[in-house]
């Protein structure tokens, strides 16, 4: 369990984390989202103690990080910059880390094995490749074997296979009932593996709500039927609530029915379906609107039209 | 794919001082500087000290002369020396900083302290060990070398020099570990190396930047006493002593040289710069952001 509350950093002038307050549940992966810039890796820090807040509080398990007796085994983390010794080898990295807590060479050992890194184990960190990087970070991470996982960017960097790994991991930890707190600046990647969001702009709150709910609010779903016979499944599908729209012949927007509803009626009325989509865009829709304000370095939609 | 196995480690995971020391000792061990820094300051250390007894005493015994303390001279690789040692305290800390393995460091021990204290303790231990055998061989090696030559004047059991007359029996320059001063100055040398190491951590923490921390110790100890030049005499004599250099190696010396401390004074002093840094480093790191 994470929480925060209130939480502030100021730099000088400028507010980086904006009087933040939000709740990290154990059992589930939740997502923080928010552009670059949005204070997502300031308040890791924070939640770290590795900064110190000018106000408010971060507690883990119900207290601050810099309290707990055995952090490593409370708290994993893999922070975005990387946070090893380009001269030393991996295996020495995670033994030095593991010494502080008197975690033994076989932990360290299954660590290497688990994300794959047994082999290059030896060698010098520096000379890793940016996945080979974040699997070392996820090790480090998964050194103490702890309850709270909180990653910056998992997936940055790595390659298909490496981000499904992640993905796989991410969601196995959260099932094993551990709090996995995940950063990402991609709303499809969290739309993948969260079933939470804490979604951040310019520091500030924007939403804290479930997958399934943020989707609900951007408009709720919608099917992209493709029919020879659009006109009568038109009419077949106007109902309350239901909207129906259509851009092209034969193309029809249905939001408002899942497409195991638009399928069922068509079947019904005996027509036959040339194309039955999901359309998976609205999440990244919300997104877009939640932090079209918040977005620190963005184009102005003015320049991009002209 | 691979499952997350749910092992059951060691009971009382737990930060322990000992333990952040140990993985302090770990870090320093496992970097492939660490010990090219060491043998710059065994070959520095041992090949000068012996090259400038050789160079000295051929010169000596040509004049019939003993102008200097044949124990500073042995160890007179060491003012080189603590280059290489100062830039591996700096490194110890700066290190971590430029790569970012800091954020890693206090995330497993987010009270600090242990760090701190844990890196203190290990880089004092190993470079005290490790130059204090060098100025042993250094100084062996230098007064075995020096006894091959001979000179009129012998040396005074209290001053360490002796102007006596020039004719009558010579004497080998050489001095041996009994000689009054020179074990001390043989340890004095390890303390001084062990000072300038600690003296680059301190720094090194409080500027948390390799070339600042760097540009700080040697200019502390080395450009120091070179402004103190432009000082009036009479306060010059009260001031230089006083620096951390000529402080620091006051340890290293058996002739009780007019201008500097008496050896415990000197490293005493030397041992508060030392203190100040540390000290001064350790409020930065527990203050701010890493």
């Given at each position: 369990m994470i929480e925060a509350a209130g939480l502030t950093k100021r730099y000088g002038d400028k507010?980086?984390?904006?009087d933040l307050s939000f709740l990290v549940q154990p059992g589930i992966v939740t997502g923080f989202l928010g552009p670059n810039g949005a204070g997502k890796s300031t308040t890791m820090r924070l939640l770290l103690g590795l900064d110190r807040a000018s106000a408010g509080t971060a507690h883990i398990n119900g207290r601050p990080y810099r309290q707990l007796k055995a952090p490593l085994s409370e708290v994993g983390a893999l922070l975005e910059a990387r946070a090893v010794h380009t001269g030393r080898s991996a295996r020495s990295h995670l033994l030095a880390l593991a010494a502080t807590h008197g975690i033994g060479r076989r932990r360290v050992d299954a660590v290497l094995e688990l994300v794959g890194l047994s082999h290059v184990a030896g060698k010098r960190a520096g000379g890793f490749s940016l996945g080979m990087g974040q699997r070392l970070g996820i090790a480090s991470a998964l050194l103490g074997d702890p309850h709270t996982l909180i990653l910056d960017e998992p997936v940055n960097g790595l390659d298909p296979e490496g981000i499904l790994w992640i993905r796989n991991l991410l969601r196995s930890l959260a099932a094993e009932g551990r709090t996995v707190f995940v950063s990402s600046h991609l709303m499809s990647e969290m739309a993948l593996t969260a079933t939470h969001l804490i979604v951040v702009g310019q520091g500030r709150l924007i939403a804290d709500a479930s997958v399934a709910e943020l989707t609900a609010a951007a408009g709720g779903r919608t099917v992209r039927v493709r029919t020879e016979e659009a006109r009568r499944l038109h009419d077949l599908l106007a109902a309350d609530g239901v909207s129906v729209s259509s851009t092209e012949r034969d193309l029809l927007m249905v939001s408002g029915l899942s497409s195991a509803e638009v399928g069922r009626v068509a079947a019904q009325a005996g027509i036959a379906l040339i194309e039955l989509t999901p359309q998976q865009v609205s999440l990244e829709d919300a997104f877009m609107e939640l932090t079209r304000d918040a977005v620190e370095f963005g184009t102005p939609l003015q320049e991009l039209a002209s | 794919m691979t499952t997350v196995t749910v092992e059951t480690p060691a009971p009382v995971l737990q930060v322990t001082q000992a333990r952040a020391a140990k993985s302090e000792w770990i870090k320093l061990r496992s970097l492939r500087s660490t010990w090219w820094s060491i043998l710059i300051v065994l070959l520095i250390s041992i090949g000068l000290g012996i090259l400038f007894s050789d160079l000295r005493g051929r010169d000596m015994a040509q004049h019939g002369v003993l102008v200097t303390d044949p124990t500073q001279l042995s160890l007179r690789g060491f003012y080189l020396a603590q280059l290489a040692v100062g830039v591996l305290g700096v490194l110890l800390i700066t290190g971590e900083y430029s790569t970012g393995m800091i954020r890693a460091s206090l995330s497993a021990v987010p009270t600090r302290l242990p760090v701190w204290a844990g890196k203190i303790v290990v880089l004092a231990m190993f470079i005290f060990v490790i130059t204090l055998a060098a100025a042993f061989v250094a100084f062996l090696g230098g007064q075995a070398v020096l006894s091959h030559y001979h000179a009129t004047l012998v040396l005074s059991p209290k001053s360490g020099l002796l102007v006596g007359p020039l004719s009558g029996p010579t004497h080998a320059l050489g001095v041996s570990l009994s000689h009054p001063g020179s074990l001390r100055a043989v340890f004095g040398a390890a303390l001084y190396m062990t000072g300038v190491a600690l003296l680059g951590l301190g720094c090194g923490f409080m500027l948390r930047n390799t070339g600042a921390a760097i540009a700080t110790v040697f200019g502390l100890l080395l450009v120091l006493p070179l402004l103190a030049q432009a000082l009036p005499n009479s306060m010059q004599q009260h001031v230089t002593k006083f620096l951390p250099l000529l402080a620091g190696t006051a340890g290293m010396i058996t002739t009780g040289g007019t201008n500097q401390l008496s050896p415990w004074t000197g490293l005493g002093v030397f041992g508060l710069y030392v203190a100040a840094a540390l000290g001064i480093g350790l409020v930065v790191l527990r203050r701010r952001d890493a």
């Open positions: 507010v980086a984390v904006d | -």
